[in-house]
T-cell receptor, first 113, second 115 residues
């Protein structure tokens, strides 16, 4: 079946530090992969996505590369800001009937000045 | 603003009661998804509707039901409420329910508190 495993938080970093949040997946076929971000008190927003192997999604300085060989989609940012403090969710969408989304458990990131 | 609206924003009710949560998808989106987010369970997929028909079912309790109306808005009905049903309920919408490259757009959520 389909599932997403995300590194557990919480993660606390100093401003300008390098960020990696690990995400691995299990899926039948070739899923699309997503990172969503949830700021305090808000709904989830799409951060970036990749729809096939070796694709790199990027947005707002965040990047993630779809690695089929390691079934991973790790989120990275070279220099985090206080405004990046949020909960980050890795997700996959399978192919076929329903195309249900599967979300990881979320990783809370706090960036301190 | 994602374009997905949810009402009410907050709901406080007692155990044993029944509530209805409402969601209006983005203009043009045919699929609606419902999720429950609680501290201990994370984000749980409940159910998906596509153009009025149930498309996929997740971890939805029998006490919960949903429907999508001809104007594509959706309602999630929660009955015989228990303390453990207290959570944030999110609705999301997307263009399609079948093949195709698309993402989900989330509403702001309804915070349900059962006392």
């Amino acid at each position: 079946g389909n599932s997403v495993t995300q590194m557990e938080g919480p993660v606390t970093l100093s401003e300008e530090a390098f960020l990696t949040i690990n995400c691995t997946y299990t899926a039948t076929g070739y899923p699309s992969l997503f990172w969503y971000v949830q700021y305090p008190g808000e709904g989830l927003q799409l951060l970036l996505k990749a729809t096939k192997a070796d694709d790199k999604g990027s947005n707002k300085g965040f990047e993630a590369t779809y690695r089929k060989e390691t079934t991973s989609f790790h989120l990275e940012k070279g220099s985090v800001q206080v405004s990046d403090s949020a909960v980050y969710f890795c997700a996959l969408r399978g192919r076929g009937t329903g195309n249900q989304f599967y979300f990881g458990t979320g990783t809370s990131l706090t960036v301190i000045p | 603003d994602s374009g997905v609206t949810q009402t009410p924003k907050h709901l406080i009710t007692a155990t044993g009661q029944r509530v209805t949560l409402r969601c209006s998808p983005r203009s043009g989106d045919l699929s609606v998804y419902w999720y429950q987010q609680s501290l201990d369970q994370g984000l749980q997929f409940l159910i998906q509707y596509y153009n009025g028909e149930e498309r996929a079912k997740g971890n939805i309790l029998e006490r919960f039901s949903a429907q999508q109306f001809p104007d594509l808005h959706s309602e999630l009905n929660l009955s015989s409420l228990e303390l453990g049903d207290s959570a944030l309920y999110f609705c999301a919408s997307s263009v399609a329910g079948g093949q195709g490259e698309y993402e989900q757009y989330f509403g702001p959520g309804t915070r349900l508190t059962v006392t």
